[in-house]
C-alpha cells in the first residue's frame, strides 16, 4: 500500500506555543488529505479535509484559526497547532487519499503524539 | 449525516478461534468500507475493504461481508493469532464526500495464547 510518513512522532511543548506537524506522501501523489485526532480509547474525529492550493474545510467545532493547516504541494499538508493548551493534547493522524478510477482508498500516517504542558 | 455503529467494543479469544466484528450504519449510500487495525501508539493500517458493489472479499485468513440491504457489513478472522490482538475500526464513506471516512468506535480485539 501507499506509505504515508509524518513528523514529529512527538512532542511535548509549553502551553502558549505554537506546533506544526508534517504529513507527507513518499511514493504518490495526494491532492487530498485528511487531519484526524484520536484521544485515548477512543476512535478517530475528522478534524478537517486539506485539499492542495486550496482551504482546508474543517469540520463543525474544529476552530480554524487555532488548528491552521496548509496544502502546498501534492506531497505534503502541515498542521499548526496554534497558542496550544493542555486540552490540546492528544494523537494527530493524518491520511492521504490514494484515488484509481471510481476507487478512492485512505491510508494513515503513524500519528503524532502532543502534549502540551 | 452518516452514523456508524460497532460491536461488540471488547473481544477476548483463544487462539485459533474465529473472531467477528460488525458494523452497521445509516447512510444507504454509503459505497465504501474499509477496515483498519491500529496497534498501540500507531496509526491506523488498512487490512481489508468492500465496495458496495461487492457482497464479500477475502484476503487468507481476513474476510469482509456486505449486507446493502441491512445496512451492516462485518468482519472475520479465521485461525487468530496473539500478533492479531489490536483495536479494529470499521469505517464508511457517506454521500457527497470527499472521501472522508465515519469511523465505528472500535474494538479492542485481544488473541490469548
Known amino acids: 500500500g501507499a506509505v504515508v510518513s509524518q513528523h514529529p512522532s512527538w512532542v511535548i511543548c509549553k502551553s502558549g506555543t505554537s506546533v506544526k506537524i508534517e504529513c507527507r506522501s513518499l511514493?504518490?501523489?495526494?491532492?487530498?488529505m485528511f487531519w484526524y485526532r484520536q484521544f485515548p480509547k477512543q476512535s478517530l474525529m475528522l478534524m478537517a479535509t486539506?485539499?492542495?492550493?486550496?482551504?482546508?474545510?474543517?469540520e463543525q467545532g474544529v476552530e480554524k484559526d487555532k488548528f491552521l493547516i496548509n496544502h502546498a504541494s501534492l506531497t505534503l499538508s502541515t498542521l499548526t497547532v496554534t497558542s496550544a493548551h493542555p486540552e490540546d493534547s492528544s494523537f494527530y493522524i493524518c491520511?492521504?487519499?490514494?484515488?484509481?478510477?471510481?476507487?478512492?482508498?485512505?491510508?494513515f500516517g503513524p500519528g503524532t503524539r502532543l502534549t502540551v504542558l | 449525516g452518516e452514523n456508524v455503529e460497532q460491536h461488540p467494543s471488547t473481544l477476548s479469544v483463544q487462539e485459533g478461534d474465529s473472531a467477528v466484528i460488525k458494523c452497521t450504519y445509516s447512510d444507504s449510500a454509503s459505497n465504501y468500507f474499509p477496515w483498519y487495525k491500529q496497534e498501540l501508539g500507531k496509526g491506523p493500517q488498512l487490512i481489508i475493504d468492500?465496495?458496495?458493489?461487492?457482497g464479500e472479499k477475502k484476503d487468507q485468513r481476513i474476510a469482509v461481508t456486505l449486507n446493502k440491504t441491512a445496512k451492516h457489513f462485518s468482519l472475520h478472522i479465521t485461525e487468530t493469532q496473539p500478533e492479531d490482538s489490536a483495536v479494529y475500526f470499521c469505517a464508511a464513506t457517506p454521500t457527497g464526500s470527499q472521501g472522508n471516512l465515519i469511523f465505528g468506535k472500535g474494538t479492542k480485539l485481544s488473541v490469548k495464547p
Open positions: 486539506s485539499n492542495e492550493g486550496s482551504k482546508a474545510t474543517y
Open positions: 491520511s492521504a487519499l490514494v484515488a484509481s478510477g471510481n476507487a478512492d482508498t485512505q491510508y
Open positions: 511514493d504518490f501523489q495526494a491532492t487530498t
Open positions: 468492500i465496495r458496495s458493489n461487492v
